[in-house]
């Protein structure tokens, strides 16, 4: 199993190999910058443990852990 | 860019326009950029909401004019990209291509938020491509200088081929340079120079793709043809339907097959050649410092979004908005319940007694106060909500509540519509608009209204005072007080379960991603709170007023009519016997229910009395209820008539509270038990009983559908719930 974004621990970063899919949403995620190469950093859970805040070429994002388990990371 | 003179220059542009018709200015940008404020510093206050060219959500449109010549600025959703993934998604798209090549823009404007050039330049580069001009407004210049990033205009407006203007839309700072910009773009109504490009192959597919297109060959035929080879989800092909031939749509997805078996994936690569074209645009227009950005932001948020700090500022920070929509505005209500009354009694002495006097004062003043006593509330929860939206807080609280919000299909953005809703649903379905998902809005929209409102607990007051003995339960709750806790759970449990419903039946669909942008704290501008405080009270004044003054006057001239002259006869002889002013007023009383009796209205109660008695209630209850249709809190004085006690009763009234106690039914039984009051605070509970929330449902979502669902299935379910409470509380002896 590859590691993903979900995996990450808080205030890690990462670089990101893939967007797992060609859906809608792979699309919408690479869309947003979660590109091949790009780096991004888990910043933290929400309270609740769904969704989690993560930084993405100089932004915040709230992503859901389902959505974030698409992101691949090396 | 040539300035030629606008006349000719417009000529040779667009054959379409006629002299004097505005230049039309599509205004887009990503989620966050501020794009608002610069629409209001355009347009002065001078915007308005309307549909513009197939865009179905209300969008603002507004009119400036720069040396002689007029604009009409249109205001499109903003969003991140052009691909159609959802029907909502589509409408920024539609508006660029236009049904017609006359309905296209003739500029468009592309705001840009300097911090965030990366994602923001997917948008516009995919803007360049649509063969419209276009102008680059980049907003939050000063803060991208706090935070040490640099941006070269001249680099950036060379490298995009567009005049790029900065600027600073609350202290209205390069508005001017940015009105000249659109103009002389305008008026060459040229094309961006600069694309981005694909591969050979990907190029060959879109050339031939466009031939394959009905529409006359040009820059829009050519965005069309791209933007179809992209669109793998079907929407625009089927939005385009009666222009595309089935040939060209055929076309696309065997191209798109034969794309990728040359390893190129559709939309994959657009994708990847975008950002390769953003990196090698920054590379020479941008330079950031090394230090760390949003410092403030970041030290804020580790408290703000904190599993523990962070939970509890949200809970407080919520009770008190709960808290000021319903404690700050009541001084307000107060003040114009009680102008609305003095106006209605001032007026009422001048106009002789009749079926004028009543239906003025009681019809139409009555009628107005109900609209505006509504207006503190929306103001408040619009200052407030503003207040937290400008300054970053709202995405954090969508963000803390998104869990609790998904396990019933919905999402973190529906959970401030809800929360108002506790005070009342009109602001909270007008706040919905916070919600990107066409459906998940619906949903909440739909829902909004079964949260208790503050209409609903006058009747709360009133029935369980009246009705449910003030004793404790397991020792030491009170059981008036779980009661009422009770009746603010019936929604909050329904609620729920009707969003998962809707989400399941009729506004199932696909899954629309979360991926909420938490943008930078800042300070929020007073003047986009002020703005927004002012518009939405407007809107709700104009719109809703119309239908729930409409409506107030129906239920007027059904409980004033048919007058009974019989009726009227014996009371004026009953009368002239009379001399004590107190027995005076009995009689005007007792003569106001018998006529009340005999209306359309009472009729109506008697003949449904068969379909309420098994909620165990009579025809009075019956009546009263139907004349609380328009709002729910009518009730009270709907029974104060009817028992002859005068329509000036309030929750508090011991004297309405002992009446009611002594009610009975012919046989002697009482008709008030504990099962009863119950039985009608639950139908209260649930039923859709206000106008005006109906009204704003209907202005929000543009059409009759919503609230007429959300009508018959609140009605019938708040039936359905008092039938059983009354059926199973008398039989349990309550």
């Given at each position: 199993m590859s590691r993903t974004l979900a995996d990450l621990a808080p205030d890690e970063e990462a670089t990101i190999t893939a967007v797992a899919g060609s859906d809608g949403l792979s699309h919408r995620l690479a869309e947003l910058?979660?590109?091949?190469g790009a780096t991004v950093r888990f910043v933290r859970t929400a309270p609740l443990g769904d969704p989690i805040q993560v930084r993405i070429r100089g932004f915040e994002l709230a992503v859901r852990n389902s959505e974030a388990r698409r992101v691949v990371v090396g | 860019m040539s300035a030629a003179p606008s006349p000719l220059a417009r000529e040779a542009s667009s054959?379409?326009?006629?002299?004097d018709d505005p230049f039309v200015v599509a205004v887009i940008g990503n989620p966050n950029t501020g794009k608002t404020t610069l629409f209001n510093a355009l347009t002065g206050l001078k915007q308005r909401t309307g549909n513009y060219?197939?865009?179905?959500?209300d969008s603002a449109i507004g009119n400036f004019e720069v040396d002689g010549d007029a604009f009409l600025l249109v205001d499109l959703p903003g969003s991140y990209?052009?691909?159609?993934?959802?029907p909502d998604e589509l409408v920024a798209v539609r508006a660029l291509i236009?049904?017609?090549?006359?309905?296209?823009?003739?500029v468009v404007l592309c705001i840009l938020d300097a911090t965030n050039l990366d994602r923001n330049l997917y948008l516009l580069s995919q803007l360049l491509d649509s063969g419209l001009p276009v102008v680059v407004a980049l907003t939050m210049v000063d803060v991208a200088k706090r935070e040490g990033i640099r941006v070269d205009y001249r680099a950036l407006a060379a490298n995009l081929g567009a005049p790029v203007v900065p600027i600073h839309a609350a202290k209205r700072q390069g508005i001017s340079q940015l009105r000249s910009a659109l103009r002389s773009q305008a008026a060459a109504a040229r094309g961006a120079a600069v694309r981005v490009s694909f591969p050979a192959e990907v190029e060959t597919a879109v050339g031939e793709l466009a031939q394959r297109i009905?529409?006359?060959?040009?820059p829009r035929r050519d965005f069309i043809a791209l933007r179809l080879l992209l669109d793998v989800d079907g929407f625009l092909a089927r939005e385009l339907a009666d222009e595309l031939p089935a040939e060209a749509i055929t076309y696309a997805a065997e191209a798109r097959r034969r794309l990728a078996q040359q390893d190129i994936a559709v939309p994959g690569i657009e994708i990847d050649r975008r950002y390769a074209w953003i990196d090698s645009v920054l590379e020479d227009s941008l330079a950031s410092g090394d230090g760390a950005r949003f410092v403030w932001t970041r030290r804020i948020d580790a408290i703000v979004t904190h599993k523990l700090w962070g939970t509890l500022i949200f809970l407080v920070g919520m009770a008190l908005v709960f808290q000021a929509i319903f404690t700050w505005a009541a001084p307000f209500m107060d003040l114009i319940d009680g102008a609305f009354g003095a106006l209605g009694d001032a007026v009422g002495a001048t106009l002789p007694e009749g079926a004028l006097r009543s239906l003025v004062v009681d019809g139409v003043i009555g009628g107005a106060g109900a609209v505006v006593v509504f207006v503190p509330q929306i103001a408040i929860l619009f200052a407030l909500i503003t207040f937290m939206e400008d300054s970053g807080y709202l995405a954090r609280a969508a963000f803390l509540m998104d869990r609790v919000m998904a396990s019933f299909g919905?999402?973190?953005?529906s959970f401030i519509p809800m929360l108002s809703s506790f005070a009342c649903a009109v602001p909270g379905i007008m706040s919905a608009?916070?919600?990107?998902?066409r459906r998940d809005r619906l949903v909440t929209i739909m829902i909004a209204p079964l949260m208790s409102c503050s209409a609903r607990l006058p009747v709360y007051v009133l029935f369980i005072a009246a009705f449910i003995p003030a004793r404790t339960v397991a020792g030491f709750i009170g059981l008036q007080g779980l009661t009422l806790f009770s009746m603010y759970m019936v929604g909050l449990v329904v609620a729920p379960l009707v969003a998962l419903l809707l989400k399941r039946t009729t506004l199932r669909g696909p899954q629309v991603p979360f991926l909420m942008e938490l943008p930078p704290y800042k300070v929020p501008s007073w003047r986009v709170v002020l703005f927004r405080v002012y518009d939405r009270s407007l809107a709700f004044v104009r719109r809703a007023g119309t239908i729930i003054l409409a409506t107030a006057i129906l239920i007027w001239a059904l409980s004033y009519f048919p007058r009974q002259p019989e009726v009227a006869a014996r009371y004026d002889a009953l009368r002239a016997g009379v001399t004590s002013e107190s027995a005076l007023v009995d009689l005007d009383r007792a003569e106001a229910a018998e006529q009340l009796r005999g209306s359309f209205l009472g009729r109506a109660g008697i003949a449904i009395e068969p379909l309420v008695e098994p909620l165990g209630w009579d025809w009075r209850i019956g009546m009263a209820t139907l004349a609380s249709?328009?709002?729910?809190?009518i009730i009270i004085a709907a029974l104060g008539t009817i028992y002859s006690?005068?329509?000036?009763?309030?929750?508090?009234?011991v004297e309405l509270r002992t009446t009611l106690q002594a009610a009975t039914w012919p046989d002697g039984?009482?008709?008030?038990?504990p099962a009863v009051a119950l039985s009608v605070m639950v139908f209260f509970a649930l039923c859709s009983q206000c106008a005006a929330t109906l009204a704003t449902m209907r202005r929000e979502t543009g059409s009759w559908g919503p609230p007429i669902a959300t009508f018959v299935y609140m009605t019938s379910l708040a039936y359905v719930a008092a039938l059983l409470v009354y059926q199973v509380g008398s039989r349990i002896g309550w």
């Open positions: 910058g979660f590109t091949r | 054959e379409h326009r006629a002299a060219a197939g865009v179905t959500v990209s052009l691909s159609p993934r959802a236009g049904r017609a090549a006359a309905s296209r823009p003739d009905s529409s006359a060959p040009g919905l999402s973190g953005r608009r916070v919600i990107e998902s249709f328009p709002a729910r809190e006690l005068g329509d000036g009763q309030d929750e508090g009234s039984r009482p008709i008030y038990t």
